[in-house]
């Protein structure tokens, strides 16, 4: 491939540097193509061994004060922008202290870029440029400094980016592209074989697929590279390479045509962004199976249904085919891709993935970087809050006073005076015409506005994918907890009438008690007993709360267990949580532990099934990968997840860390194998040291690790742990 835009540099060197058939040029100091007010060369004696080429890691420029790269574009349309970082020490400037931002074409790429290690980075952008040059600016922090050690900026071919793609879920329709900057996130090839660049006609790095899969065991690895056959009307050679679409993952049900299980891969992305997701198919087997059929999934939710290569390809083996989607990932930051068996067809179930790139989408902000994400955790700057703050309180006013002007008209034209605004709400529940008046007090809007001081941010307590939970005091004086959900969401209001069809018919001292909700205006709000110490997990790690004793936590487990108990064998038929998690256990003011969030919920199976089948819901990190895979759920599932809990209680740590060394960043596995090995004192959280008897602390850990089983089955009853938490506090 020979882009007519080809801008390739070696910064901070002083010579032309070739890596494969590609010339870097020199970055000096007669160059036009930087505009810096220092000249600043430096070079490090670190040794690198890349796919890349070390060469171009071994001199960087440093950019003192803001400066820009203008590259001259001769073609318009979408170019790839590729800087890549290594962090050193050159010289006298040490870039772990570097700070900086990168930026171009009214769009964020980078913030606050600064180095956490000494690993290489390469960040990978596109955008479509319509103007005869394109211009990057590197702009450092005050006090600090930029770094670059090497640029590409060149022209793609028009296949590469697509100007519109399908949007998943339950908004649906089309997104437009051409507008957007895009951010590679993920490139991977299926198969569990890395594709280098030298091997790539646009020189891209394609890892494999065997970090991001879920439990191996139940796939075959394939590669038949010489029988893709590129068609002149399907994707070519610039889309992906031969050396993708001649290798796959399969979902290997060769043995057993009664396989019901999808194959998984797991991606962690940055919360608050839209992503494009390319599926990279192509049929490599011959006639050495059956013609395929299989269903290809972005979060559980259905991206294609009962996918017939062979249709798609004009009946051509061997011939690529790729599908384009886009969706959103909230606050749980996890993307899963999945294949898995179709309804029709073959009657061995299939599923195969070739190869998987994942590019998150610019946001109305024009930005890529995670701090400007836009979530319910994102920052909210103070002229936004007072835009914000204004334009409602004055909505809410003009409302008010419309309400209040009818109701005392209404109550004249009855021969009657205005009464005070709670006395005309003062009527039975049932009259109201809510069609959720079963279950329980229906509030009026205006009592929940003045509960909450019109949704006032300073009474957030917490945020969650279902909206946010506001501190509210009623009018006898009665703290509240007023969880408001995003309006208009129809995924909302699923969860939104789970959870009140469930908290109307629990109660227990270890659930967190209904006490009504509203959903005037089409509000979505459910208020709850107040939990004064907040949630388990601010009480673990990421506040500045004082540390939780030896006891507290055995207390804690405990209480959640018995809620947990309870929702399982407490009526006709088991209720199962589905989002057991350290957020979703409430302390009280005595520190008695509550479950909280229904809104995904779900009636267990009949007394004569095992399970029951749903779309797989809950938070990473929790999930029980029994049911990530089958989509079967049962109480067992729960159980794996409050064995996560525990492990967080006992550590007090996240269950993923990204911060840390990869064999410690997710804390199951780092915890299981400690605990195996008897060294699980090593990750006991050091606020516990001396607290914690040997027997004590060994106990608790098998407890955990029976409830981590692979297998549903092997793990033990929610009553069993109950039992054996019981027992354990009791020898404490």
């Known amino acids: 491939y020979e882009p007519i835009d080809n801008h390739l540099i070696d910064c901070g060197s002083s010579i032309n540097n070739s890596v494969g058939d590609r010339v870097f040029l020199a970055d000096n100091s007669n160059s036009n193509i930087l505009s810096t007010p220092h000249n600043i060369f430096a070079s490090t004696s670190s040794k690198i061994s890349l796919a890349y080429g070390s060469v171009l890691y071994q001199t960087a420029r440093i950019l003192n004060e803001t400066s820009h790269y203008t590259f001259s574009i001769k073609a318009p349309g979408r170019h790839w922008i590729r800087l890549h970082f290594f962090p050193s020490l050159y010289g006298i400037y040490n870039s772990s202290t570097a700070k900086f931002s990168v930026s171009s074409q009214n ?180 006639k050495s199976i059956q013609r395929l059929y299989f269903s290809a999934y972005i979060n559980s939710l259905l991206v294609y249904e009962n996918l017939d290569l062979l249709h798609m390809t004009s009946n051509t083996l061997g011939a690529p085919y790729f599908i384009d989607a886009i969706t959103g990932v909230g606050d749980s930051r996890m993307l899963n891709v999945s294949v898995g068996p179709s ?44 835009i914000v703050g204004l334009t409602v309180g004055l909505f809410i006013s003009v409302v008010v006073a419309l309400v209040l002007f009818l109701l005392c008209r209404r109550r004249k034209l009855a021969g009657g005076g205005c009464s005070k605004v709670e006395d005309n709400f003062a009527v039975n529940t049932l009259s109201m015409g809510s069609k959720y008046s079963k279950f329980g007090h229906r509030f009026p809007l205006v009592m929940i506005l003045e509960a909450t001081n019109n949704f006032s941010e300073n009474l957030v307590i917490g945020i969650g994918g279902f909206g946010k939970v506001y501190e509210g005091v009623l009018k006898d004086q009665i703290k ?28 227990h001292r270890h659930l ?18 107040y939990m004064e110490k907040g949630t388990l997990k601010n009480h673990l790690y990421g506040s500045n709360l004082p540390s939780l004793t030896w006891r507290q936590r055995l207390d804690i487990c405990i209480g959640a267990a018995r809620g947990l108990h309870y929702l399982h064998t407490g009526s006709a038929k088991a209720i199962i949580h589905r989002d057991v998690k350290s957020a979703n256990i409430l302390l009280d003011e005595n520190f008695m532990a509550k479950v ?41 599932s729960d159980v794996y997840s409050f064995g996560v809990v525990m492990f967080e209680v006992l550590c007090g740590r996240a269950v993923i860390d990204p911060s840390l060394p990869q064999e410690k960043a997710n804390l199951i596995k780092w915890a299981m194998k400690l605990q195996k090995s008897g060294q699980l004192e090593e990750i006991m959280d050091c606020s516990l040291i001396g607290q914690v008897k040997q027997d004590s602390l060994k106990k608790f850990g098998e407890i955990a690790a029976k409830c981590l089983a692979e297998h549903g089955v092997d793990r033990p009853s929610m009553g069993d742990v109950l039992w054996n938490l019981e027992s354990l506090l009791q020898q404490q």
Request: net charge negative; charged share 20%.
């Open 596 to 636: 909280a969030d229904f809104g995904l919920s779900k009636v267990g199976p009949e007394l004569d099934q095992t399970h029951v089948s749903t779309a797989v819901k809950g938070s990473f990190g929790y999930l029980d990968p029994e049911y990530l895979i089958t989509q079967q759920l049962n109480q067992k």
């Open 107 to 286: 769009f964020t790429f980078i913030k606050e870029y600064q180095p956490q290690n000494d690993s290489y980075l390469i960040k990978e952008y596109s955008l479509n440029v319509t103007s005869d040059r394109l211009v990057l600016t590197f702009t450092p922090y005050a006090n600090s400094f930029a770094f670059i050690n090497a640029l590409e900026v060149f022209l793609l071919p028009q296949e590469i980016i697509p100007e519109e793609a399908i949007v998943i879920g339950l908004s649906g329709g089309k997104k437009l592209l051409q507008e957007q900057a895009l951010e590679t996130v993920a490139r991977v090839n299926m198969g569990n074989e890395t594709v280098n660049p030298g091997n790539d006609t646009l020189w891209r790095l394609w890892v494999s697929d065997g970090a991001y899969l879920i439990h191996s065991y139940l796939v075959k690895f394939v590669s038949n590279i010489t029988s893709v056959e590129f068609r002149s009307e399907g994707p070519t050679n610039y889309t992906a390479p031969a050396t993708v679409y001649g290798t796959a993952t399969k979902l290997d049900s060769e043995l057993d045509p009664r396989t019901k299980a999808n194959v998984t891969w797991i991606f962690y992305v940055d919360a608050g962004f839209e992503y494009l997701v390319r599926f990279h198919f192509c049929d490599i087997f011959g």
């Open 512 to 529: 967190v008690s209904l006490i009504g909700y509203c959903d005037e205006k089409n509000e979505m709000i459910i208020i709850y007993d």
């Open 343 to 386: 309804t029709v067809g073959d009657p061995y179930p299939n599923g195969i993935l070739n190869g998987l790139e994942i590019m998150k989408i610019s946001n109305s902000r024009g930005s890529l970087d995670v701090l400007d994400s836009i979530s319910s955790n994102s920052p909210i700057s103070k002229t936004e809050v007072v």
């Open 480 to 507: 509240v907890a007023v969880k408001r959900g995003v309006p208009q969401s129809q995924q909302g209001l699923a969860e939104f009438r789970t959870e009140l069809e469930m908290l109307s018919h629990l109660r």
